[in-house]
């Protein structure tokens, strides 16, 4: 056994790499690391993963999936609901039985036990006699079945039976995440998506171990839960969406389906009420909202900062508070994202009395603030959350102030949109998305450090990453794939991996070796140029 980590020294990979090919009878010279090819027999090295694992041992026989291969999972319905999940996936390619049983030895084991692990940790050993993933919570489990994933041919994604071999190196793999937030968002308001859409959202972000998926819930354009005291908010603030469409929104009950899915794909969901500005859906439904008292129009554009709630009035809180309330008891998760944005049309004073007023709301009902950073220009309350939007070039008084709150113990949620915002263009020729970030091609997205990018923020207010999906020109689940992919697994390693395994030069060719399995789950991925795809 050879003791490695993901940090090996360029040559020792390349030259791994090259005995790997080698060994496939595909040998090439001068050629950059090849991706581990799918035609070969060869299984995938076990920190050939996205996001890379904390460590890795490589060396022992790979274990190989056979009819005979059993899921074998702790007396315990969460981790026979993982393992009935890795069947699930497991069965339609590999054409294997892959019954559930908690006893017998061999096959692939899910297992509950003490350890080191951390509250989303895992270890995954593998050897000729089976595969055992051992964690210390269920959450763990099912990151290391996301590795257990990764590791086999990609062919695994599919429906239907495939030849295989269907093997898992032989070796362990130790791991546990940088940053206990990981998070993507989706705008569901400027354009609706339906729960359905939602749902294939998280299973992407499942594969890539994030566990928060903050919905936009309500801008101008459209209000996406139904509020039971407010009803026209939904009724006719959900009933359009920019361009015009008819936009829609999310009964309490499908609301709570996507909660209980994210939850069995271990996302926890965080809503967001953005206020008092990006309200124009909440003051066209009630004229009472307006300071004047006359409901505006339904707004189908892309203009930000023109909207606001009405600050003096008392309605303000009695809407905030019912809202609140009504989302808080809807949410198990522990955060309420206030928004708190581009309020343009509220005065410094007004924002600041606004959000003196609307975080206690939040506290009564039991969550955590999280607001844009703006927020850290007001009084962010003790245990707050900033989400951090701001560009390389963002000024350094801005960043100051953000900074300073950090100091101060507000938690930090790092979401640059010159990095990861996954709405903005690759190139000028991007079809979709927006450019006022700038241009983020792969590698930009990829090549920052969380733990260090704010000047002045200590290393310990970070909590995480989230990449933030705003869907102005995005319609379509392909629309926001070709978005999201290439770029979302980067934003998932720089939650999940060690600083020390950040590289490029390596992490694009594991990148270049996710692309078959997006061909096999469907998911329309943008070819950039800055990655060596696999050419077949
Ligand atoms: C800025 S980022 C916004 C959103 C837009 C987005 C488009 C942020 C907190 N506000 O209202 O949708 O840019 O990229």
């Given at each position: 056994m050879r003791r490695t980590h993901s940090t090996t020294p360029r040559t020792t990979r390349v030259l791994g790499s090259l005995l790997l090919v080698a060994a496939a009878g595909v040998f090439t010279l001068g050629a950059a690391p090849a991706a581990p090819a799918a035609r070969t027999a060869a299984p995938t090295p076990l920190d050939q993963v996205i996001p890379a694992p904390a460590s890795v041992t490589h060396g022992g026989t790979p274990y190989r999936l056979t009819r005979a291969t059993g899921v074998r999972v702790d007396d315990s319905a969460e981790v026979r609901r993982i393992g009935a999940y890795l069947a699930g996936i497991l069965r339609p390619s590999t054409g294997y039985p892959?019954?559930?049983?908690?006893?017998?030895?061999?096959?692939i084991r899910l297992h509950l036990a003490p350890g080191d692990f951390g509250a989303e940790g895992y270890r995954l050993h593998s050897d000729a006699g089976g595969v055992t993933i051992t964690a210390s919570a269920p959450a763990g489990l099912f990151h290391g079945v996301q590795t257990l994933r990764q590791l086999l041919p990609p062919a695994v994604e599919k429906k239907t039976a495939q030849p295989g071999p269907w093997q898992i190196a032989g070796g362990t793999v130790q791991d546990r995440p940088r940053y206990s937030y990981r998070g993507a968002m989706l705008d569901v308001s400027r354009h609706f998506l339906t729960v359905d859409q939602v749902k294939r959202y998280i299973d992407q972000l499942a594969l890539y171990k994030l566990n928060e998926l903050h919905l936009h819930l309500s801008d101008d354009q459209g209000w996406r839960i139904a509020i039971d005291s407010w009803p026209r908010l939904a009724a006719y603030g959900g009933s359009t969406e920019v361009g015009g469409g008819p936009g829609g929104y999310y009964t309490k009950a499908q609301y709570q389906e996507i909660v209980r899915y994210a939850a069995s794909r271990y996302l926890e969901v965080v809503p967001e009420i953005d206020m008092p500005g990006h309200t124009n859906a909440a003051l066209a439904s009630y004229a009472?909202?307006?300071?004047?008292?006359?409901?505006?129009?339904?707004?189908?554009?892309?203009?930000?900062?023109?909207?606001?709630?009405?600050?003096?009035?008392?309605?303000?809180?009695?809407?905030?508070?019912?809202?609140?309330?009504?989302?808080?008891?809807?949410?198990?998760?522990?955060?309420?994202?206030?928004?708190?944005?581009?309020?343009?049309?509220?005065?410094?004073?007004?924002?600041?009395?606004?959000?003196?007023?609307?975080?206690?709301?939040?506290?009564?009902?039991?969550?955590?603030?999280?607001?844009?950073?703006?927020?850290?220009?007001?009084?962010?309350?003790?245990?707050?959350?900033?989400?951090?939007?701001?560009?390389?070039?963002?000024?350094?008084?801005?960043?100051?102030?953000?900074?300073?709150?950090?100091?101060?113990?507000?938690g930090l949620i790092l979401s640059p949109a010159d990095r990861i915002y996954l709405d903005m263009k690759y190139t000028k020729d991007t079809r979709l998305g927006l450019d006022w970030a700038g241009l983020v091609e792969v590698r930009r997205s990829y090549d920052w450090n969380p733990g260090d990018y704010l000047p002045g923020a200590p290393a310990s207010a970070v909590r995480g990453v989230?990449?933030?999906?705003?869907?102005?020109?995005?319609?379509?689940?392909?629309?926001?794939?070709?978005?999201?992919?290439?770029?979302?697994?980067?934003?998932?390693?720089?939650?999940?991996?060690?600083?020390?395994?950040?590289?490029?030069?390596?992490?694009?060719?594991?990148?270049?070796?996710?692309?078959?399995?997006?061909?096999?789950?469907?998911?329309?991925?943008?070819?950039?140029?800055?990655?060596?795809?696999?050419?077949n």
């Amino acid at each position: 056994m050879r003791r490695t980590h993901s940090t090996t020294p360029r040559t020792t990979r390349v030259l791994g790499s090259l005995l790997l090919v080698a060994a496939a009878g595909v040998f090439t010279l001068g050629a950059a690391p090849a991706a581990p090819a799918a035609r070969t027999a060869a299984p995938t090295p076990l920190d050939q993963v996205i996001p890379a694992p904390a460590s890795v041992t490589h060396g022992g026989t790979p274990y190989r999936l056979t009819r005979a291969t059993g899921v074998r999972v702790d007396d315990s319905a969460e981790v026979r609901r993982i393992g009935a999940y890795l069947a699930g996936i497991l069965r339609p390619s590999t054409g294997y039985p892959l019954a559930l049983t908690d006893h017998g030895t061999g096959g692939i084991r899910l297992h509950l036990a003490p350890g080191d692990f951390g509250a989303e940790g895992y270890r995954l050993h593998s050897d000729a006699g089976g595969v055992t993933i051992t964690a210390s919570a269920p959450a763990g489990l099912f990151h290391g079945v996301q590795t257990l994933r990764q590791l086999l041919p990609p062919a695994v994604e599919k429906k239907t039976a495939q030849p295989g071999p269907w093997q898992i190196a032989g070796g362990t793999v130790q791991d546990r995440p940088r940053y206990s937030y990981r998070g993507a968002m989706l705008d569901v308001s400027r354009h609706f998506l339906t729960v359905d859409q939602v749902k294939r959202y998280i299973d992407q972000l499942a594969l890539y171990k994030l566990n928060e998926l903050h919905l936009h819930l309500s801008d101008d354009q459209g209000w996406r839960i139904a509020i039971d005291s407010w009803p026209r908010l939904a009724a006719y603030g959900g009933s359009t969406e920019v361009g015009g469409g008819p936009g829609g929104y999310y009964t309490k009950a499908q609301y709570q389906e996507i909660v209980r899915y994210a939850a069995s794909r271990y996302l926890e969901v965080v809503p967001e009420i953005d206020m008092p500005g990006h309200t124009n859906a909440a003051l066209a439904s009630y004229a009472e909202l307006n300071c004047d008292g006359t409901a505006p129009p339904l707004y189908t554009g892309t203009k930000v900062g023109f909207s606001s709630l009405c600050v003096p009035k008392q309605v303000t809180y009695d809407f905030a508070d019912d809202v609140i309330r009504e989302l808080a008891a809807l949410t198990p998760g522990r955060y309420l994202h206030i928004g708190g944005d581009e309020a343009h049309s509220t005065s410094h004073a007004d924002y600041v009395a606004f959000m003196d007023r609307v975080q206690p709301i939040v506290a009564k009902y039991g969550k955590t603030v999280i607001g844009w950073h703006q927020l850290t220009g007001a009084h962010p309350v003790p245990g707050a959350l900033a989400q951090y939007w701001g560009l390389d070039s963002t000024s350094a008084a801005e960043k100051d102030q953000v900074a300073k709150a950090a100091r101060n113990g507000t938690g930090l949620i790092l979401s640059p949109a010159d990095r990861i915002y996954l709405d903005m263009k690759y190139t000028k020729d991007t079809r979709l998305g927006l450019d006022w970030a700038g241009l983020v091609e792969v590698r930009r997205s990829y090549d920052w450090n969380p733990g260090d990018y704010l000047p002045g923020a200590p290393a310990s207010a970070v909590r995480g990453v989230e990449a933030p999906m705003w869907s102005e020109t995005l319609k379509e689940s392909a629309d926001i794939e070709y978005m999201a992919f290439p770029r979302l697994p980067g934003a998932a390693e720089l939650g999940w991996s060690p600083a020390a395994t950040h590289d490029w030069d390596t992490y694009k060719v594991r990148l270049a070796a996710q692309a078959p399995r997006w061909d096999a789950l469907g998911i329309t991925y943008y070819r950039s140029p800055q990655v060596p795809w696999p050419t077949n």
